[in-house]
């Protein structure tokens, strides 16, 4: 079997079908060849990152952790007769302070009420149950 190369094509029979080969594109195969180098190094830094990766982040979140820790200290510093500096923490403005103080002690009173009342509404199920207990029986 013999190839040829004067046409355009190269023409190669194969179990009785005619094969037709495109002549070579250099530009083509250049493309390729810079497109595989550059496949191969991006590779080759994914491979390098997960290596190094891991331990940059939790170097760098070890170091904001510390940061931070350092911070929140220095602010909770507690004055000389025990009490902690009321303008430690900068809040805000505090809009809706009063909303939340009503809020809060209407939930208080309301568990306090349910506290009391379960004692009883649990004695009323034990009774109900007992009295069921028995009218099946």
């Known amino acids: 079997m013999k190839v040829s190369c004067r046409d355009q094509y190269n023409k190669l029979h194969t179990n009785g079908q005619l094969v037709e080969f495109e002549a070579l594109d250099t530009r083509l195969a250049e493309r390729i060849r810079t497109l595989e180098a550059t496949k191969e190094s991006l590779t080759e830094k994914v491979a390098d990152l997960r290596r190094t990766a891991p331990t940059k982040a939790a170097q760098d979140f070890r170091t ?46 309301i568990l306090a009420a349910l506290k009391s009342n379960l004692t009883e509404t649990v004695a009323r199920l034990e009774r109900a149950k007992a009295v069921a207990e028995h009218m099946e029986s």
């Not at 929140?72 to 000389?80: A, F, K, L, P, Y």
């Not at 430690?88 to 939930?107: P, T, Y």
């Open 64 to 109: 904001q952790w510390t940061k931070d820790n350092e911070m929140v200290e220095s602010n909770m510093q507690v004055d000389d007769d025990g009490a902690m500096n009321e303008n430690a923490f900068d809040l805000g403005d505090m809009k809706r302070w009063d909303d939340v103080q009503a809020s809060w002690g209407r939930g208080t009173e």
